[in-house]
C-alpha cells in the first residue's frame, strides 16, 4: 500500500508491506505522476516495508536518476532491518540518502 503526503512542495509516500512486482509498479507510476505534475523532492517512508525486490531497488535507482536530471532528490527513511540489510547485500546503501525518521527528511529539504 502506498499513502501519499504532501508537505509544501515535499511529496511524503508512506509504502508499507512487501515491495515487490506489483507494488513496484505502483510506487513508480506514482512517482511519475508527481514528477510529471512537477515534483522534485521525495520523501520514501519505507518504515513498514518488510521485504524489498530487485523490483523495488530499480524504482529507487530509476526515480534517483531521474530526480538528479531535475536537480531534485529522493531521500529513504525510516528502514527496517530487512530494507537495510538488502541495500547492504547489493551494495547501494551508499548512494542513496538514508535517515532515521521523515521528519529528519523534511528538515534536510527545507519543510
Do not use: C, P, W
Not at 511524503?12 to 510506487?27: D, Y
Not at 518504515?47 to 536518476?65: D, K, N, P, Q, W
Not at 547501494?92 to 521528519?103: A, H, K, P, R, T
Amino acid at each position: 500500500m502506498i499513502d501519499v503526503i504532501k508537505k509544501e512542495n515535499i511529496v511524503v509516500l508512506k509504502i508499507s508491506g512487501r515491495l515487490e512486482i506489483n507494488q513496484a509498479l505502483e510506487l513508480e507510476e506514482v512517482i511519475n505522476n508527481n514528477i510529471n505534475n512537477g515534483a522534485k523532492l521525495f520523501v520514501l517512508d519505507l518504515g513498514e516495508v518488510h521485504y524489498l525486490s530487485s523490483s523495488g531497488i530499480r524504482v529507487f535507482i530509476a526515480t534517483l536518476r531521474q530526480l538528479k536530471e531535475l536537480k531534485g532528490r529522493m531521500i529513504l527513511s525510516n528502514l527496517s532491518s530487512n530494507v537495510i540489510k538488502t541495500l547492504k547485500i547489493v551494495d547501494l546503501d551508499g548512494i542513496f540518502e538514508i535517515v532515521n525518521s521523515v521528519d529528519e527528511a523534511l528538515k534536510l529539504l527545507g519543510a
